[in-house]
């Protein structure tokens, strides 16, 4: 603990940014396109909407528009020297006196942006040529509708990715939430996809709520929404955070909430695995690659805010751990392919989470990077087997996919992409992850070596749960049975049908980078004192510096590794992780062989053991129920709120509306009603009327001084005694 | 002439009051139409020994003179209010107050 | 106690007459009609005080006489099954209440509401009840309608009707406490004053050697002193004057009205003249006509047979 707050002097000492000289340049505006041209092709697929297209043009048109936004990002990080912001236009400019408020849409472009805008394009352009062969069923029907809400997504992504203040972030953060909701409620005559977007949706606005009251906190406190601002205010105040009361340590935990909303940790995760009732493509952009790594850029780009608090870092550590855990066992028990993969999402997310917490945001961005080619590819191949099965994905019905004729390159890179997943020794998976699981054993913090063996057993569990899908289904006798979407043909002459060339390449392609991403690990660095390949360069001079390896320099000048090393068993952490964690992952395909290749009646007997006697009946029940997450929360948050919603129906219906709505409208109707009598049109009841009103009159008029007297007596008895005998007494 | 006192006075103005209450309540009792014209009639005697009570009091002739004017008024009226009753008569051959009810709601 | 009594009074008289008028036999509405009487009785008595306020005994006891009698017969009136019964106990009304107008000294006055009322207005009225009355089953001839029977919110009327009473009584109680004592009864000698040229003849009459006119250093000729009222002629003569040379009541409203009041007689006229012009036209008899007649009454012609070609 001491040596977490030891580190903000030191990260004060190092000199940061140089915000004087960032550079306004006008010369990179061109750079504006990677924004403008997702939005460029929802515009035209819009038209093409409107002008009732029937052929793969809007596929066409969002490939070539994406494919522009990568080869720009490429040109920029060609000609990437030093951070600039690239001022696009004014947006918000609020200025009174005694403050302001300023965001303009202007684009912030560091080494950080930079390598995630490279993945979220590149793959964006590749799963778009994976959809435009997977979505052909739907040409003429939802086809422009799909690629319509990939460009939305991508256009709010890249706001997210490349603004230069929090109110683009949070643009685009709303604008993928959006365009996540419009893609899994693609199938929209299916009321399981509605219901899963309206969940995804709803789920993410808790942690929207977040991201919004931190923002106005972070404005309130330092007067800015821009990022340099930000850093400018902190770096007057020295990094302490006594400057700002209660909100500073506020803030943290509100941009927690958000992170964790966005990228599905506990106890938001629930909307993830039912987000796979959209169509895989948007599975693997969205739920894999890109949408879900936003909760991380967010914490990587506020990452001196967290520093503030001393117990946000540490939150946010086991959050993560204890995510990574927990969707892994439920990824054990589910038998549906893409539900796996969406919990192996969950846990994984979870994972990066914890790098975060144990201060390596190198090891963090670095498993962001891999896990988006492993996991898109992941994703795909399952989308592959479903497009192929007539949407069949149920592990237990399909077998021995790599000795069918056309499935080999599906079978092939789904094994890379397991084997990355896995851990698998020298495969990319395999270094980002063991940079996490070090430093949670380097890194002193409360509970850090539990999370640590924790996130290693983890990693065994993912291991055995990957393998159990590739050796059930890619492996073993030749099997299948169609699935639900076989329109009625006669199963008996189904056929399967096999990936053709856009399908195939794409997964080559990605399986490929999956492999290569392993490579910058090795990379040489440029920059003093830092190792760690080229991801640890791109980190190195964003605010997540503080995570980098050998970023910080201590008084002494000498490297990190003194700094309250941890270690494990005896050893030295990062070294160790080598062995322990390649053996852990060996165990975890030894398990699944056994239980899913060679002697796959096991399974089925163990699971039968385990369900007949009482003490551990519960286990594969929960596990397979996803621990009752769903029903908890229908219990506790649904049902009182459903409750209130009647009830307050019922006050709307007979208070609002009845008592005071139509009660008001009635009040004129009763009152006619009640005085409509006197008008009965006799002349002897006008007459009795008019004499009384009469009498009254004249006795008002007649004793009128004698009623004012009585009122004044009256009014001054209750001022003051004296009064009283005074008028009395000059009343006479 | 004879003294007259003020209670006397007073005396005189109440008889005709009553003349006027009660000739009043008849017409708002009544139903027959002609009877409520009576009762009018009624109100008029009040009114007629009110004005002579009090003339006489002020040794004002007016009070005679007004009452004479009653008389002439109170002729005219019946005239035309007779006539009225005998055309409503006519046309509903009834000589209920409430039968002439058009103007209710 | 003593300031409500007259209320209380009121409020007696208004319950009886609310008995009275609900349909009961005719005995019982009777009877109630004799406690309203007396009720209104015992009202005027506490207004006067004592029957001496009139001057005389014997003329607070014609008073009293005269007030039950009209209180009795209004009440009767107003509560009568029968309208013609009605009409002629309205007759009895305007008898007592020309009893009263004598008690006041307005002897023409008396006499001519007994013709003009009793004699022309009501006979009026008992023709139009003699034509209009009908019995409404004709199986019950002698049963009034319900309209005659059955009153109309008597509750509402009466309540009413003595609040307006109770306003009445107040106002005289408290107003005439207030007015001083009629002004010396030697003022009536005033009225001579206005009749010239009757009281230079009435003087004449009893002292033909009075030098007319009298004088006065004071704005009214009649003088008074301890004998009675006298006038003094150029000469210094003093001539005592008699009760007989008062001008009577007819001289007296004939003086008034035409000398006062000119422009109103003319006016009483013209309102006579229109009400007998009024009468006759709305009780015409009004006669349908058929199409044709219409026709021939305004185009002088029987057109439909002259082949209508225009």
Not at chain 1, 6 to 18: D, E, F, Q, Y
Not at chain 1, 259 to 280: C, H, I, N, R
Request: charged share 10%; hydrophobic share 55%; aromatic share 12%.
């Amino acid at each position: 603990m001491n040596e977490l707050i030891s580190i903000i002097p030191t990260l004060a000492g190092t000199p940061s940014v140089p915000v004087a000289e960032v550079l306004h340049a006008t010369n990179l505006s061109w750079a504006g396109f990677i924004v403008w041209m997702p939005l460029i092709s929802l515009v035209l697929c819009g038209l093409c909407a409107a002008f009732k297209v029937k052929t793969k043009a809007p596929a066409i048109i969002t490939v070539i528009c994406l494919g522009t936004s990568f080869l720009l990002t490429l040109m920029l990080w060609n000609g990437y020297t030093q951070p600039e912001t690239i001022h696009l236009f004014d947006w918000l400019q609020i200025h009174w006196d005694g403050g302001s408020f300023v965001a303009n849409f202007a684009l912030y472009i560091d080494s950080l942006t930079l390598l995630w805008m490279l993945f979220v394009t590149g793959l964006g352009t590749l799963i778009a040529v994976y959809a435009s062969e997977y979505m052909e069923h739907d040409v003429g029907k939802g086809y422009t509708r799909f690629f319509a809400g990939v460009s939305v997504f991508l256009f709010a992504m890249t706001c997210l990715v490349m603004g230069d203040n929090l109110l683009m972030l949070y643009l685009g953060w709303e604008g993928v939430g959006f365009a996540s909701y419009w893609l899994i409620g693609y199938f929209y005559q299916k009321p399981a996809a509605v219901a899963a977007a309206k969940k995804a949706f709803i789920v993410n606005r808790i942690g929207d709520v977040g991201l919004a009251l931190a923002i106005y906190l972070i404005w309130s406190t330092f007067g800015t929404v821009q990022y340099d601002g930000i850093t400018t205010a902190l770096e007057a105040h020295n990094y302490d955070g006594s400057f700002g009361g209660w909100t500073v340590h506020a803030i943290p935990y509100l941009l927690m909430l958000a992170a964790f909303g966005k990228s599905a940790q506990l106890p938001l995760y629930v909307w993830l695995p039912d987000a796979m009732e959209g169509p895989t493509p948007v599975s693997a952009l969205i739920h894999a690659a890109t949408m879900v790594t936003a909760g991380i850029y967010l914490i990587i780009r506020t990452y001196p805010l967290f520093m503030l608090d001393e117990y946000a870092l540490p939150t946010v550590a086991w959050v993560g751990g204890l995510t990574a855990f927990f969707a892994a066992t439920i990824g054990m028990a589910q038998y549906d392919i893409k539900r796996i993969m969406a919990y192996s999402t969950v846990s994984q997310l979870g994972y990066m989470f914890l790098g975060l917490g144990v201060i390596t945001s190198y090891g963090a961005a670095y498993h962001v990077f891999t896990h988006a080619f492993f996991k898109a590819v992941l994703f795909l191949t399952c989308g592959a087997i479903m497009h192929g099965f007539a949407g069949q994905l149920d592990l237990r019905r399909l077998s021995g996919l790599r000795k069918m004729k056309g499935w080999k390159i599906v079978s092939y890179t789904m094994l890379i992409g397991c084997l990355c997943l896995a851990g698998f020794p020298l495969t990319s998976g395999y270094f980002s992850k063991d940079a996490i699981l070090a430093e949670a054993f380097v890194t002193q913090g409360p509970g850090f070596a539990f999370l640590g063996w924790l996130a290693i057993f983890t990693a065994g569990l993912t291991a055995y749960y990957t393998f159990r899908v590739w050796f059930r289904v890619c492996a073993g006798p030749v099997h299948y049975e169609a699935g639900d979407e076989l329109h009625g043909d006669d199963p008996a002459s189904f056929r399967p049908h096999a990936p053709r060339f856009a399908i195939n390449f794409v997964l080559v392609v990605i399986a490929l980078g999956a492999l290569i991403a392993a490579l910058p690990y090795f990379m040489p660095n440029e920059t003093e004192h830092i190792h760690g390949g080229w991801i640890a360069e791109m980190i190195h001079d964003s605010p997540a510096k503080a995570g980098v390896p050998g970023a910080v320099v201590e008084e002494h000048g000498t490297v990190d590794h003194d700094l309250g090393h941890g270690n494990i068993l005896g050893m030295d952490p990062h070294k160790a992780m080598y062995y322990i964690s390649g053996i852990v992952g060996f165990i975890g395909i030894g398990i699944a062989l056994f239980f899913h290749l060679f002697c796959r009646s096991a399974a089925d007997k163990l699971r039968g053991k385990l369900l007949a006697s009482r003490a551990t009946r519960w286990l594969p029940t929960a596990m397979e129920n996803k621990w009752y997450v769903d029903e908890i929360y229908i219990a506790t948050i649904r049902s009182p709120l459903w409750i209130l919603g009647k009830i307050f129906a019922l006050l709307d219906k007979y208070l609002i509306d009845g008592a005071l709505v139509n009660g008001i409208a009635a009040l004129p109707r009763a009152t006619a009603r009640w005085f409509s009598p006197l008008h009965n049109g006799a002349v002897q009841s006008y007459a009795i009327s008019m004499v009384g009103g009469a009498v009254l009159i004249a006795l008002l008029m007649l004793f009128m001084p004698e009623i004012v007297e009585f009122i004044q007596s009256i009014s001054a008895q209750s001022a003051n005694a004296e009064h009283v005998v005074a008028t009395v007494g000059g009343g006479q | 002439m004879s003294s007259f006192a003020p209670s006397a006075l007073a005396g005189y103005l109440i008889v005709s009051g009553l003349l006027l209450t009660i000739g009043l309540v008849g017409f708002l009792v009544r139903r027959n139409l002609i009877v409520m014209f009576l009762c009018t009639e009624l109100m008029f005697q009040g009114a007629a020994i009110a004005f002579v009570a009090v003339g006489r009091y002020l040794f004002d002739y007016s009070g005679q003179v007004m009452v004479i004017f009653i008389l002439t008024v109170a002729a005219a009226e019946a005239a035309l209010a007779l006539a009225l009753v005998v055309l409503l008569h006519r046309q509903k051959e009834t000589l209920d107050a409430d039968a002439y009810v058009e103007l209710q709601e | 106690m003593d300031l409500f009594l007259p209320y209380i009074a009121c409020v007696t008289l208004a319950l009886t007459v609310f008995a009275a008028l609900r349909p009961s036999p005719p005995s019982l509405q009777i009877a109630m009609v004799a406690i309203g009487a007396a009720a209104g009785g015992w009202l005027i008595g506490i207004v006067t005080g004592s029957l001496s306020a009139f001057g005389d005994v014997s003329h607070g006891i014609f008073f009293i006489i005269f007030s039950l009698c009209a209180i009795a017969a209004a009440i009767r009136m107003i509560t009568h099954q029968r309208p013609v019964y009605c009409a002629l106990h309205f007759v009895l009304v305007v008898i007592a209440s020309a009893g009263l107008l004598l008690m006041l000294e307005a002897e023409f006055m008396a006499f001519a509401l007994v013709i003009v009322y009793a004699g022309a207005i009501l006979i009026t009225y008992m023709f139009v009840l003699m034509l209009a009355n009908q019995a409404e089953n004709p199986d019950e001839p002698y049963t009034q309608a319900t309209y005659d029977r059955v009153p109309r919110e008597p509750a509402a009327a009466v309540a009413v009707g003595f609040l307006l009473l109770c306003l009445i009584t107040g106002t005289v109680t408290g107003g005439t406490s207030a007015l001083p004592q009629q002004s010396d009864t030697n003022a009536q000698w005033f009225v001579l004053e206005k009749l010239s040229t009757q009281f230079e003849h009435a003087v004449f009459e009893v002292a033909p050697e009075f030098a007319w006119p009298p004088v006065s250093e004071n704005k009214h000729i009649v003088q008074f002193g301890m004998d009675g009222a006298f006038i003094v002629s150029q000469k210094g003569e003093v001539l005592l004057l008699d009760k007989s040379m008062l001008p009577t009541n007819t001289q007296m409203v004939g003086w008034s009205l035409v000398n006062d009041f000119p422009v109103t007689i003319e006016l009483a006229g013209v309102i006579l003249l229109m009400a007998m012009f009024g009468a006759a036209v709305l009780a015409r008899r009004a006669i349908e006509l058929s199409e044709r007649e219409k026709r021939i009454a305004i185009l002088g012609q029987d057109t439909e047979e002259a082949g209508g070609d225009t």
